[in-house]
């Protein structure tokens, strides 16, 4: 026969039940509490991103498709015209000549700063003395602005009292050379001139990259007698890849869009020897005041980021995996 709980003992746990479950905390109410937390830090970028990178964007393909006119400004009309822009643009001699400036620029410019750059990471990763001042010498390139290097390199460049015509001419070699008064010759000083520019950033990436090698992989392949040369590219460059997809990319979408350095040089002359889609979007622009012609070379070069800043990411997530 089985005995009745007591009464009071009952009561006394209905009560320590219900507060319990009244004060477990609900994983539904956490989960959107952490979630609203998360957004609420997020928001300001995306906010920022919008303002400042998405409204831009959007309006610039907009105005590529209307006719954009200093007009507009004062009446607000700005009526589409369709892809009278976009063939106007595509069918301008100038146009698919600074596209090949632009390639060429970039090419040139980083391969130039790729080379020069590694070669002095490779350099500098040894211990030696003045190892750090040296290196911080090098940064001051990198650290002037661009307008200020394009200045001092033009009148060092100057074919007339230039400091380098001086230096030829008192060496014997010939000292009147036309560096960016020349067809010929302006774009290749134009492109020295960034190599010089960029040689501080692609030298501190590397090197950074070669610190993170470890040291042990060196010294096996010197246990198995590899030359420094065979080191180098079965061992270093290949630890490497992932720092150089970085440098490479990050110079190009840097070096495709340039503009303040060629109109310190040479303003995209002479005889549009130095026009690249940079300079040509600013003339269009601010210069002939035709806005919906320089929404589209604008258009473009953003397509031409575009397409680096995907093998960039495709890049990064192979090297992940």
């Known amino acids: 026969m089985t005995t009745p709980m007591p009464t009071s003992t009952v009561s006394a746990q209905g ?11 609900d994983p539904g109410r956490i989960a959107r509490r952490r979630r609203l937390t998360q957004w609420g830090f997020v928001a ?6 919008l303002l400042f990178f998405g409204y831009p964007l959007v309006r610039n393909v907009v105005m590529s498709f209307q006719d954009y ?26 146009f698919g000549k600074a596209l090949w400036h632009t390639l060429v620029f970039t090419a040139g410019s980083l391969l130039g700063q790729f080379c020069i750059g590694l070669a002095l990471a490779v350099f500098f990763s040894r211990r030696f003395p003045l190892n750090g001042l040296l290196r911080s010498l090098i940064l001051l390139p990198w650290l002037v602005p661009m307008v200020v290097s394009g200045i001092v390199w033009r009148r060092i460049l100057d074919q007339d009292t230039g400091v380098l015509n001086s230096f030829l ?17 302006a774009l290749v000083s134009v492109i020295l001139v960034n ?26 392949a010197a246990l198995d ?12 460059l290949p630890m490497l890849k992932p720092v150089v ?10 070096t495709v869009k340039i503009l303040d350095l060629i109109l310190a040089l040479t303003d995209g002359g002479p005889a549009d020897a130095t026009q690249t889609l940079g300079t040509l979007t600013y003339q269009n622009s601010f210069v002939q005041l035709d806005f919906g012609a320089g929404a589209v070379v604008g258009n473009v070069l953003i397509l031409i980021s575009a397409v680096f800043a995907v093998f960039y990411l495709r890049a990064n997530r192979t090297e992940g995996k």
């Open 15 to 25: 009560p320590a039940k219900a507060s319990a479950s009244a004060a477990a905390p």
């Open 44 to 49: 300001p970028a995306v906010v920022f991103m």
């Open 69 to 94: 006119t200093p007009k507009t400004f004062f009446t607000g009309e700005a009526p589409f015209n369709g892809a009278d822009n976009w063939s106007n643009v595509f069918q301008d001699a100038l």
């Open 169 to 185: 001419d008192t060496l014997g070699i010939g000292g009147h050379t036309p560096w960016l008064t020349s067809p010929e010759m």
């Open 195 to 220: 190599i010089w520019i960029g040689i501080p950033f692609n030298m501190v990436i590397l090197y950074g990259g070669l610190q993170e090698i470890p040291k042990e992989l060196h010294e096996a």
């Open 225 to 236: 007698g590899a030359s420094a040369w065979r080191t180098f590219r079965s061992v270093t």
């Open 245 to 254: 997809t970085v440098v490479l990319v990050l110079g190009f979408m840097s």
